[in-house]
């Protein structure tokens, strides 16, 4: 290599360094950057894949003090190193920077970036198939908290377009919401960091809670929210396991001798509900817990395997036959009361989903009032 081509290197390294000093130098730390994310349109919300469809707008905005340049080059100006974290590989985006000269001192810096793909989202479904899922937008900050904050943007806050609500493609699975809230937490980052009521003041914890919230990642979360539409369920799954586990009382009416014929029968009524069970499943993701609609299942199937345990157990008990007949019936009285609490207590947890439906609806038509409407020029 010729003296010549090293001394033209050096001189680049050494105009690089300092292009990079100075962009850091022309923010103030930590800077604060303002967010709004607009959700221009929403399709599928695939349940067994946990991800969604959308197009979305994220605006974000922020000062710097290279008032001497019109344009924004993001290679040489300072630049946040924003991304989309949630986002799965098959999304497109499109970025384009505006540079506006306030005075003497400072320019206002603008990005806009337009995303259109599939994003990943935890689907919760301990309250399915009355459940209310949470769609979310991720964007954050390769850098530290400590260097940059990610806040709402007051003048334009991030919301959800009326046309997105007539343009849902899964309008007949789903309900959606013309509500976005915003946090600078995702529901996966919850449980992450321990809470304020867990912290011991004694043992100096503020200093190492302060360290870690410090050392995560500036992030911003915008969310909106759909209600499963649960008719299909409560018809096709509900109704058909309840009128599965009311047939077992039918079966009582065949004698006590006739042990045999009782137990296969409610073999059947198992089967049956297992195999129902098994197919109901399978447009759900395989998660750790139990739904509502497992809870009910099993709970049937329970009925159903204690409905068989007592007619092995009735016919092998040695008494008269007479007394037989009389403590059958008792035990027809207690099954069907018993059967008579699980409607009961399942029903008040379907009251109780549909009330939380209510409030969303409610918090909905707040959000409605205190959100303008904005045009989309106006950024």
């Given at each position: 290599m010729s003296d010549s081509d090293s001394e033209k290197k050096r001189k680049n390294s050494d105009e690089s360094d300092s292009d990079d000093e100075e962009?850091?130098?022309?923010?103030?730390?930590?800077?604060?950057?303002?967010?709004?994310?607009?959700?221009?349109?929403?399709?599928?919300?695939?349940?067994?894949?946990?991800?969604?469809?959308?197009?979305?707008?994220?605006?974000?905005k922020w000062f710097d003090n290279r008032s001497d340049k019109k344009?924004?080059?993001?290679?040489?100006?300072?630049?946040?190193?924003?991304?989309?974290?949630n986002a799965m590989h098959d999304v497109k985006e499109k970025i384009k920077?505006?540079?506006?000269?306030?005075?003497?001192?400072?320019?206002?810096?603008?990005?806009?970036?337009?995303?259109k793909g599939n994003f990943w989202e935890r689907i919760e479904l301990q309250n399915f198939p009355l459940d209310t899922q949470e769609l979310s937008i991720?964007?954050?900050?390769?850098?530290?908290?400590?260097?940059?904050?990610?806040?709402?943007?007051?003048?334009?806050?991030s919301t959800i377009y009326f046309e997105?609500?007539?343009?849902?493609?899964?309008?007949?699975?789903?309900?959606?919401?013309?509500?976005?809230?915003?946090?600078?937490?995702?529901?996966?980052?919850?449980?992450?960091?321990?809470s304020i009521n867990e912290i011991d003041a004694e043992a100096n914890e503020f200093d190492g809670l302060n360290r870690i919230m410090k050392s995560k990642r500036a992030k911003f979360v915008a969310t909106c929210f759909c209600s499963r539409r649960p008719a299909?369920?409560?018809?096709?799954?509900?109704?058909?396991?309840?009128l599965i586990t009311?047939?077992?009382?039918?079966?009582?009416?065949?004698?006590?001798?006739?042990?045999?014929?009782?137990?296969?029968?409610?073999?059947?009524?198992?089967?049956?509900?297992?195999?129902?069970?098994?197919?109901?499943?399978r447009t759900l993701p395989t998660v750790s817990y139990l739904t509502s609609l497992d809870k009910y299942q099993i709970t049937s199937i329970i009925y159903l395997v204690l409905c068989c345990v007592w007619h092995s157990t009735i016919s092998s008990i040695g008494i008269d036959m007479s007394k037989k007949i009389i403590i059958d019936k008792i035990a027809v009285g207690v099954f069907a009361l018993f059967f008579i609490v699980i409607q009961i207590v399942f029903s008040i947890r379907i009251f109780k989903a549909f009330q939380g439906l209510r409030e969303l609806k409610l918090r909905e038509e707040r959000f409605i009032r205190q959100v303008p409407e904005y045009d989309d020029d106006d950024i």
């Open positions: 962009a850091v130098n022309s923010v103030q730390w930590p800077v604060q950057i303002r967010i709004s994310i607009e959700f221009l349109s929403i399709g599928e919300v695939d349940t067994l894949n946990e991800k969604f469809h959308a197009e979305v707008r994220i605006i974000s344009k924004y080059d993001r290679k040489k100006d300072w630049n946040p190193n924003l991304f989309i974290e920077h505006k540079a506006i000269i306030l005075d003497k001192e400072r320019r206002e810096i603008t990005e806009t970036r337009l995303a991720t964007f954050a900050s390769k850098l530290k908290t400590s260097q940059v904050s990610l806040v709402q943007n007051q003048k334009k806050i997105t609500l007539h343009s849902f493609r899964d309008q007949q699975k789903w309900k959606l919401y013309k509500m976005v809230n915003v946090s600078q937490q995702a529901s996966y980052d919850i449980g992450s960091i321990k299909y369920y409560l018809i096709n799954c509900f109704s058909f396991n309840f009311c047939l077992s009382l039918t079966i009582f009416s065949l004698e006590t001798r006739l042990a045999p014929n009782r137990i296969s029968g409610t073999f059947t009524l198992i089967l049956t509900s297992v195999s129902f069970k098994w197919v109901s499943n």
